[in-house]
């Protein structure tokens, strides 16, 4: 998926950080090779997208996020984060073996 940078304000800063998840973890996770669905269930008024994929530090994570033009930009709006529940990492393990 291709974005050109990240869009942030106190309106999703604080959402994503609930969890414990860092904007740094969020944003090298977007940038590596995780796996990108619809969400089709949250998708009203602009689409969402749900990530799912590693941190640096080899933690699973969870990414729901929309994407906004800004001038000639593409950025990626994470809407919130939090780490994956064992039973989610070990499914996701298995999808990225596939």
């Known amino acids: ?3 050109d940078g990240f869009d942030w304000d106190a309106g999703n800063l604080d959402k994503c950080r609930k969890h414990g998840v860092s904007i740094e973890e969020i944003e090298a996770m977007l940038r590596g090779s995780p796996i990108f669905s619809p969400d089709t269930v949250h998708s009203f008024g602009e689409q969402r997208f749900i990530a799912a994929g590693r941190t640096p530090f080899g ?3 969870f990414v729901a996020f929309t994407l906004r033009p800004k001038e000639d930009a593409i950025l990626l709006r994470p809407v919130s984060a939090r780490y994956m529940h064992i ?4 499914r996701y393990g298995s999808q990225r073996s596939h």
């Open 1 to 3: 998926m291709r974005f």
């Open 59 to 61: 933690r699973a994570l």
């Open 87 to 90: 039973r989610e990492a070990a």
